[in-house]
């Protein structure tokens, strides 16, 4: 689809198509684009139109005065006024003509998404690499480090998601968390999983439903009271991870949500969640090689920030 605007500092233009309106409430397309970004004030729309940030679907900028018409078509640039700083930085360990893979420093998000947008994995790498079509194949949590792999034209982009839609491909992930004497590991633990009471979490169902989640757990090594865990993931349920571990009564260090959700305002950089997303291998399904890529990056074991394996 061809947009108006071009990608500018690794984002692309949005787009949103103005709603039938009742009685004359949005007077001018201004006045529905207040109403819109509530965080965002008039004069600042108002800039961003005069910039020419604010366009029709043939590229015709939309001034402020214009009248509103429901069903138009709008495309815009997406700022965030006072983005925080992830200041941890990803690395690339490989690249062909068809994908990257990455290893995501703790704390940073994959995509954008609410508060974060030039803070994001995806534009990080889309701004250093000058890659448009770049688009990331799965996601990993804000709070998990470790391997993303992303596909680099859009035309390969569904072979390689399909992968992971039908299991195809082997993940491995190490963590730090509790001990329990009386755990007998490896192990395979099994759980329904469905949405929590807040948006964020998720949790075990208490009826008897059958199991939609599955992880393999093993011990790589115990240092007194916590244990370094191998965890490979048998589904893809939203935090299946952190949720297993935890109902086991050994949840992952440092975790803010499970088994208790910590609210805070600012999330507290020294604390990384004890969670590496730390292998991957799959069959290429254009080039028909068997991929596998280890993270560089190593679990502390504790509070202190992941370190770099040197």
Same mark, same amino acid.
């Given at each position: 689809?061809?947009?108006?605007?071009?990608?500018?500092?690794?984002?692309?233009?949005?787009?949103?198509?103005?709603?039938?309106?009742?009685?004359?409430?949005?007077?001018?397309?201004?006045?529905?684009?207040?109403?819109?970004?509530?965080?965002?004030?008039?004069?600042?729309?108002?800039?961003?139109?005069?910039?020419?940030?604010?366009?029709?679907?043939?590229?015709?900028?939309?001034?402020?005065?214009?009248?509103?018409?429901?069903?138009?078509?709008?495309?815009?640039?997406?700022?965030?006024?006072?983005?925080?700083?992830?200041?941890?930085?990803?690395?690339?360990?490989?690249?062909?003509?068809?994908?990257?893979?990455?290893?995501?420093?703790?704390?940073?998000?994959?995509?954008? =998404?609410? /508060?974060?947008?030039?803070? $994001? !994995?995806?534009?990080?790498?889309?701004?250093?690499?000058?890659? *448009? +079509?770049? %688009?990331?194949?799965?996601?990993?949590?804000?709070?998990?480090?470790?391997?993303?792999?992303?596909?680099?034209?859009? =035309?390969? /982009?569904?072979?390689?998601? $399909? !992968?992971?839609?039908?299991?195809?491909?082997?993940?491995?992930? *190490? +963590?730090? %968390?509790?001990?329990?004497?009386?755990?007998?590991?490896?192990?395979?633990?099994?759980?329904?999983?469905?949405?929590?009471?807040?948006?964020?979490?998720?949790?075990?169902?208490?009826?008897?439903?059958?199991?939609?989640?599955?992880?393999?757990?093993?011990?790589?090594?115990?240092?007194?009271?916590?244990?370094?865990?191998?965890?490979?993931?048998?589904?893809?349920?939203?935090?299946?991870?952190?949720?297993?571990?935890?109902?086991?009564?050994?949840?992952?260090?440092?975790?803010?949500?499970?088994?208790?959700?910590?609210?805070?305002?600012?999330?507290?950089?020294?604390?990384?969640?004890?969670?590496?997303?730390?292998?991957?291998?799959?069959?290429?399904?254009?080039?028909?090689?068997?991929?596998?890529?280890?993270?560089?990056?190593?679990?502390?074991?504790?509070?202190?920030?992941?370190?770099?394996?040197?």
């Amino acid at each position: 689809m061809t947009r108006p605007l071009p990608v500018r500092d690794g984002v692309g233009p949005s787009v949103t198509v103005l709603p039938d309106a009742v009685d004359g409430r949005w007077p001018t397309v201004l006045d529905f684009l207040d109403e819109k970004f509530h965080g965002v004030s008039r004069d600042q729309i108002v800039e961003r139109m005069a910039r020419g940030d604010v366009c029709n679907a043939d590229g015709t900028p939309v001034l402020p005065t214009q009248p509103y018409r429901a069903q138009q078509k709008l495309y815009y640039y997406r700022e965030i006024a006072d983005e925080p700083k992830i200041p941890f930085t990803e690395s690339i360990l490989f690249e062909d003509e068809f994908i990257v893979v990455a290893d995501k420093p703790h704390f940073l998000p994959v995509t954008p =998404a609410g /508060r974060f947008l030039q803070e $994001t !994995l995806l534009v990080r790498l889309k701004r250093r690499l000058g890659i *448009e +079509a770049l %688009a990331p194949m799965h996601r990993i949590d804000r709070e998990t480090a470790g391997l993303v792999l992303f596909t680099k034209q859009a =035309a390969m /982009r569904g072979a390689y998601q $399909t !992968l992971f839609e039908f299991r195809a491909v082997q993940k491995t992930y *190490e +963590a730090w %968390a509790g001990w329990r004497d009386d755990l007998a590991l490896p192990m395979v633990y099994r759980s329904h999983l469905e949405e929590g009471g807040h948006f964020m979490r998720m949790r075990e169902a208490l009826d008897d439903l059958p199991p939609n989640s599955e992880t393999a757990i093993s011990l790589i090594e115990r240092r007194g009271d916590s244990a370094h865990y191998r965890l490979e993931p048998l589904t893809g349920k939203k935090h299946q991870l952190r949720v297993h571990m935890a109902s086991l009564g050994i949840p992952i260090i440092n975790d803010q949500i499970y088994p208790v959700h910590i609210t805070a305002d600012e999330q507290d950089l020294t604390r990384p969640l004890q969670l590496l997303a730390a292998a991957i291998a799959f069959c290429d399904p254009i080039t028909g090689q068997h991929r596998a890529f280890r993270s560089q990056l190593r679990l502390a074991g504790s509070a202190a920030p992941i370190q770099q394996e040197s």
